[in-house]
């Protein structure tokens, strides 16, 4: 099972000295992040896609691609490419560069944002949010998948023997997750390809996300991709540890308190309740994680958000290393235990998909 962080890349000050880190410094801060990730032992670093303040990651292939070389075997991803205002093409050539640069180590996360204005600032209608991460979709994963490309489409202009270069790396485009946080037509357009489907699991009871993963495990099966329970699922997951759950408590109070995202709403201890944000002890993360394969089945990658709302870096690296020393290795062994051998461990690596697509040509011929 793969598990890893994933960052929204919020510049946010911090409520405890009333800092904030300039832009450079967040940029800085979450390269370093990713490269601590490796070190302790994780899969995966998936950061966000925004084009508004107080967010930084407005290009996250130049960000993926600087890790790449700073890294050896971390999965590079994004937790949100936006498949609706970004041109296909481009994301399409963008992506197929990583891939050359970080010798496959990336995968991709489909995903619309809940930035509203962001639509008009590159010319397109946020009424017209779902058909454009269909039919945009639909270009990108022809665009990787033939070499000569007519095209026409509602909300581009047409493509005559168009050809997105670099192809990708050794014939294989990468894996693609579709996120969501509440629209069943990603479940299902996630399932019609037989791509992943990663589920937010930030701000919504369970029962939200079990309708949605539900959806999407049998139209998998319609589809033919395999039965149900092979569906591949990645979850989020918001987490805070110290040692003793008291500490973690009184530590990240100020900071939920302030945070933009949640701060002067439901208390920490609702929150808490209500959605999976776990603040406590290391072995407290572990048991509400492992509930999760109860809510949603035998799934394949586990993100979690430590580094927002202000937090300052060595505590988020602190975070890091009771992830890698504590939790992920109990995690790998208990969920590994569960999980009957049909089931994937983990979505596939680049090297599966290469295969994949050699035996697909076999059969072709």
Do not use: C
């Not at 598990?3 to 390269?31: H, L, N, Q, Y």
């Not at 960000?63 to 890294?71: D, F, S």
């Not at 569960?338 to 690596?349: D, F, I, N």
Request: proline share 7%; net charge negative; aromatic share 10%.
């Amino acid at each position: 099972m793969q598990f890893g962080i994933f960052s929204v890349g919020d510049v946010t000050t911090d409520p405890t000295t009333g800092r904030t880190p300039t832009e450079a410094e967040r940029i800085k801060a979450m390269v370093t992040i990713a490269q601590k990730a490796e070190e302790a032992g994780l899969d995966v670093f998936a950061t966000g896609e925004h084009h508004n303040p107080p967010f930084v990651p407005s290009s996250p292939t130049t960000m993926l691609g600087y890790v790449a070389a700073k890294t050896e075997r971390l999965i590079l991803s994004t937790s949100t490419t936006l498949i609706t205002t970004n041109d296909p093409v481009k994301i399409a050539e963008d992506f197929a560069m990583l891939q050359h640069l970080a010798d496959g180590r990336v995968d991709l996360m489909m995903g619309r944002g809940n930035t509203g204005p962001v639509y008009p600032w590159f010319g397109q209608d946020i009424r017209q949010g779902i058909p454009l991460a269909i039919e945009n979709y639909h270009l990108l994963h022809r665009l990787w998948r033939e070499d000569v490309v007519d095209w026409e489409g509602k909300f581009r202009t047409p493509l005559q023997g168009f050809t997105s270069t670099p192809r990708p790396l050794d014939g294989a485009p990468p894996f693609v997750w579709h996120g969501s946080i509440r629209s069943p037509e990603i479940a299902e357009q996630a399932a019609y390809y037989g791509d992943g489907f990663f589920a937010n699991n930030i701000f919504w009871p369970k029962e939200h996300f079990q309708r949605l993963i539900q959806l999407y495990r049998r139209r998998y099966e319609h589809y033919g991709h395999g039965s149900a329970d092979q569906a591949i699922v990645g979850l989020g997951g918001q987490i805070f540890m110290r040692k003793n759950s008291q500490d973690a408590v009184k530590e990240f109070r100020p900071y939920f308190d302030n945070a933009p995202v949640y701060g002067h709403g439901p208390s920490l201890e609702e929150f808490t309740r209500e959605t999976p944000l776990t603040v406590g002890s290391p072995q407290e993360v572990i048991e509400r994680t492992l509930q999760f394969r109860d809510y949603f089945g035998d799934y394949q990658r586990q993100l979690f958000l430590v580094d927002h709302a202000g937090l300052p870096l060595k505590t988020v690296l602190e975070q890091l290393d009771l992830l890698g020393e504590e939790v992920v290795p109990v995690l790998r062994k208990e969920f590994e235990a569960l999980r009957p051998s049909h089931v994937p461990a983990s979505a596939p690596g680049h090297l599966e998909l290469v295969a994949a697509n050699d035996a697909k040509k076999e059969t072709t011929r």
